[in-house]
């Protein structure tokens, strides 16, 4: 018997009020993420792909339609100990400014107060480990640090309840690009070691091309394809064309040394 999603999207509407006027985000959006996949969500700006993983994590409600996470509904992940079911990383780090670096990975668990100081320092030196980072890091403040560190700090955070689902809302950006492939390696190995389920807005195609299993694309409010990269970029979709095979996405591609054909 197949595992059940991990996420699953049934007919989703998203719409929002500013200045009295209503606009539709998202129609009748259908999207299922199984146990394992490392799944990049894309679109053009304003197609609601953020808004997506904000719903997914029961911070936004839909105005129609369904979301499970792990077999429950999303709301239920605004209670206590959500972080034990997904973590997430948002697209700057997030980190709390006047806390040390220590101080916003074991923030979570302080959260829950189950664990004894020693425990959760511990816990927090593993993950610091996790993500690279040496334990002489631990005591730093966010300013010290460097935009990749930032990142490194933000994910091991997001892992230290061991959730089974990790959302990524566009983790390469502001990285150059030797710290873009470094932090890309780290998520490819821990979604690995782990056996997370990964998923992830980018408009990083780089990104996208060197870990993602699977590629859902919004447009025109709903996702008009997911699926393996290669069956993405044969899509006959305009908005797949401009952004996979236009000027910036054959340069990614031909960086990677590969072809359309070939992805």
Known sequence: MSAPPVVQISNLWSMFRNGGVDTLI??????????????????????????LLRQILG???????????????????????????????????ALYSAFTVLENIAFPLRELKALPE??????????LQMVGLDPAH????????????IKRVALARALIMDPPLLLLDEPTAGLDPDRSDAFCSLVRSLHQELGLTVVMVTHD???IYEISTRVAVVADKHVIVDAPPREVI????????EFFLGGRGLRALELLRLHPQDV
């Open 59 to 93: 911070l936004e409600t839909p105005m129609r339609g369904s979301i499970t996470v792990l077999g429950r509904p999303a709301a239920e992940l605004t209670h206590a100990g959500a972080a034990s079911r997904v973590g997430m990383l948002f697209q700057h780090g």
């Open 138 to 149: 631990a005591h730093k403040m966010p300013a010290d640090l460097s935009g990749g560190m």
């Open 234 to 241: 044969a899509f006959d979709h305009p908005f797949v064309r």
């Open 26 to 51: 998202h129609k009748d959006l259908n999207l299922t993420i199984e146990k394992g996949e490392l799944l990049s969500i894309v679109g053009g700006s304003g197609s609601g792909k953020t808004v």
């Open 118 to 127: 020693d425990l959760v320092r511990d816990a927090v030196m593993v993950k």
């Open 205 to 207: 195609l780089d990104t």
